[in-house]
């Protein structure tokens, strides 16, 4: 049986609603296929990815429910720049999946489009409108964020200083972030380095080196699962790790006094030995951390400096 336009479009933002919980339940983190393909709308199963397809098409609907960008490479063409579009290959052959693909775009429906962040975990980005498509070279392109499309596609568009820092800002912060989170929190098991807590929602992935440094790629050597309490810390050079993996406390807040958030957040965490992850491909950089080590080195010494009489 198929959907009306009405029912469909009813769906649709039902699967954006469900997402929205999903998210809140992981804590901003991955979703994984098995839950993804649980989705049920007033007792109808409409899974949201294909098994082995890129391409969601229930057969109920009309047009394309979602698409999946894989971390694999794939025979397909698809791919991501860096200004946050992606283009999309048609799948081979004619009609079938293609039809609704163009059907999405020629409505202006909106999708899901999932990015794989590793085996079977996904980040979905969505409402994704399709803004282009090109029947001749097969492909549909579209911005994984709603506040690029304002600006065109820069694949026919030459952009602006202004404009072009203003994608780079979302693509930094909206999309690579994501990615980099979800990646960091695996690689440590969803746990804090510092105190092992396991509440992915109050769970952050720290760059080691700011992204606002060359360094600071939003590569998982260069991030640190914390807490929202030692994130701070160590953003504010009151923490640090050295490159051997050792907790340090600023100084001055190993002789405060004041209650025990501080003692057993802060003090007791000094000399401590990181938790690193299983992998040790991902393990922090030495490099990074005594980059960073150094920056809150020099901040102590100018306190000590600063206390002597």
């Known amino acids: 049986m198929m959907f009306n336009r009405a029912e469909e479009l009813a769906i649709r933002e039902d699967v954006f609603r469900w997402l929205d919980e999903r998210i809140i339940d992981h804590g901003g983190y991955e979703i994984s296929r098995t ?12 899974p949201l990815l294909d098994t082995g397809r890129g391409i969601r098409n229930p057969r109920q609907f009309s047009s394309t429910l979602s698409i ?3 971390w694999k490479k794939n025979p397909y063409q698809d791919a991501e720049d860096e200004s946050g579009w992606v283009t999309y290959s048609y799948r081979a052959g004619d009609g079938g999946d293609n039809t609704k693909l163009v059907q ?3 409505n202006g429906d909106p999708i899901v489009c999932f990015r794989a962040v590793r085996e079977g975990y996904y980040l979905p980005y969505y409402p994704i409108t399709l ?11 579209f911005p994984l964020d709603l506040g690029l499309s304002i600006l065109g596609d820069p694949l026919t568009l030459t952009y602006t200083d202004m404009q072009r820092r203003y994608a780079e800002s979302i693509v930094k912060t909206r999309l690579h972030q994501p990615v980099f989170r979800a990646r960091v929190l695996h690689a440590y098991g969803g746990a804090c380095t510092v105190c092992n807590l396991k509440h992915s929602e109050l769970l952050d992935a720290a760059h080691i080196v700011p992204d606002a440094d060359e360094r600071g790629i939003a590569h998982v050597t260069n991030g640190l699962a914390m807490c929202k309490l030692h994130h701070a810390a160590y953003d504010r050079s009151l923490m640090a790790i050295t490159p051997d993996y050792e907790i340090r406390i600023d100084a001055q807040l190993l002789d405060e006094v004041d209650g025990p958030m501080l003692r057993h957040g802060l003090q007791d965490m000094h000399g401590r030995t990181i938790r690193r992850p299983h992998n040790r491909n991902a393990w922090p950089s030495p490099e990074l951390l005594a980059a960073q080590f150094d920056k809150f080195a020099r901040r102590a010494g100018r306190v000590f400096r600063r206390s002597r009489p």
């Open 131 to 141: 803004a282009q498509n090109d029947p001749a070279e097969r492909f549909v392109r």
């Open 104 to 106: 999405a775009w020629a």
């Open 35 to 46: 839950v993804l393909r649980s989705y049920e709308y007033r007792g109808v199963s409409i």
């Open 68 to 70: 999946m960008t894989g």
